[in-house]
């Protein structure tokens, strides 16, 4: 009954490789989000999607693309890994987006490692 | 520019304790402020959410306050218990439109 499930957790590869992580809740919400959490704990939002339409997409190297098949997953996928992109980085959801007052569901975070 | 500031860094107590956290921010226009507890190793998961309205909103043995004219609030943690050993982050919500701004969060460790 995991409301937001992410895979992998865990994900370890090569400079130059090109990974997906996934993404899907089972909230009925209309926003989902990506943040990306530094080794200094700080969590940063990547992108926001609305009902699969893209709203918020911070500066972030265009090897980072989002894809939403449908309102209830949201995916990432990376192109040309690097060494910074090492993170945990983590799927949300919520009911409204922006300054609604619903909480972000986070998922459990996929720790990427590059090496 | 929009900041969300946390104070302690860290900060370790001892079992049965209560402890204060801080979180000072200057975003305007304001929506909401948001308390999140991540433990390590998962996501963070909501404990508060209060609007401009609220002055003090509580969760079980957290409690939450905001004073939106000095932008500050804080969350209190009554009788600690080692489960409560997390980071706390304060999040920030401006106005329509705009990402949440998030605090770099304080990590509390209860020891027995």
């Known amino acids: 009954d995991t409301a937001v499930s992410q895979t992998p957790k865990y994900l370890v590869t090569q400079m130059g490789n090109d990974k997906s992580i996934k993404c899907e809740q089972n909230l009925g919400h209309d926003t989902m989000y990506w943040y990306k959490q530094d080794s200094k704990k700080f969590l940063k939002i990547m992108f926001s999607?609305?009902?699969?339409?893209?709203?918020i997409n911070e500066t972030v190297p265009n090897r980072f693309s989002p894809k939403s098949p449908d309102k209830a997953h949201l995916n990432l996928h990376i192109n040309s890994l690097e060494l910074g992109d090492s993170a945990v980085y983590f799927c949300a959801s919520s009911q409204t987006g922006g300054v609604g007052n619903s909480p972000l569901h986070f998922g459990n975070g996929t720790r990427l490692t590059v090496t | 520019k929009n900041q969300v500031e946390q104070s302690p860094q860290s900060l370790i107590i001892l079992e049965g304790k209560n402890c204060t956290l801080q979180c000072n921010y200057t975003v305007s226009p304001f929506s909401n402020l948001r308390w999140y507890k991540q433990d390590t190793g998962r996501g963070p998961v909501s404990l508060t959410i209060?609007?401009?309205?609220?002055n003090t909103k509580s969760n079980g043995r957290y409690t939450a306050t905001l004073d939106a004219d000095t932008k500050q609030s804080s969350l209190h943690i009554t009788a600690s218990q080692l489960s409560d050993s997390a980071s706390y982050i304060c999040?920030?919500?401006?106005?329509?439109?705009?990402?949440?701004?998030f605090g770099k969060g304080t990590t509390l460790s209860v020891s027995s």
């Open positions: 209060m609007t401009f309205s609220e």
């Open positions: 999040v920030v919500s401006g106005q329509a439109g705009t990402a949440l701004i």
């Open positions: 999607y609305n009902n699969k339409e893209l709203i």
